[in-house]
């Protein structure tokens, strides 16, 4: 994978119900699990795109929609996690198969985005 070409829709979807701890200088900070789905642009092309649930140590949750060309998923392709709203870069340790199931039943996208969307609004933001 080139940061020009960008992942492509087979390393994207292998993402599906995946999960990474986040780590900061050696300590969980939280845990971000990623859903995917074909959606159609406006020019109505059929593309890929990623739901990204961020779940802190702190108990609070964001959660990010990413799709073509891509702007969070290279970057927890290739193992580190800017977040300029914490002032922190993370190191991604994607979870191995044999723990997959658990983590996602923990951390995993279980509701409608739009249910996380409206739990995130209610919660104080990282100052």
Avoid at 39 to 54: A, D, E, I, M
């Amino acid at each position: 994978m080139t940061d020009r070409a960008g992942p492509t829709e087979a390393q994207v979807a292998a993402l599906d119900g995946a999960v990474a701890e986040l780590l900061d200088q050696g300590a969980t900070a939280g845990w971000a699990a990623t859903q995917t789905e074909h959606f159609r642009n406006l020019v109505h092309s059929k593309q890929l795109g990623c739901w990204l649930l961020f779940t802190w140590a702190d108990g609070s949750i964001e959660i990010e929609e990413d799709y073509p060309p891509y702007a969070l998923v290279p970057e927890l392709l290739a193992g580190t996690f800017t977040d300029e709203d914490r002032s922190a870069n993370y190191q991604v340790l994607w979870v191995a198969d044999d723990r997959r199931d658990d983590a996602w039943r923990r951390y995993g996208i279980h509701e409608s985005p739009g249910h996380y969307i409206g739990l995130a609004a209610k919660q104080r933001k990282p100052r």
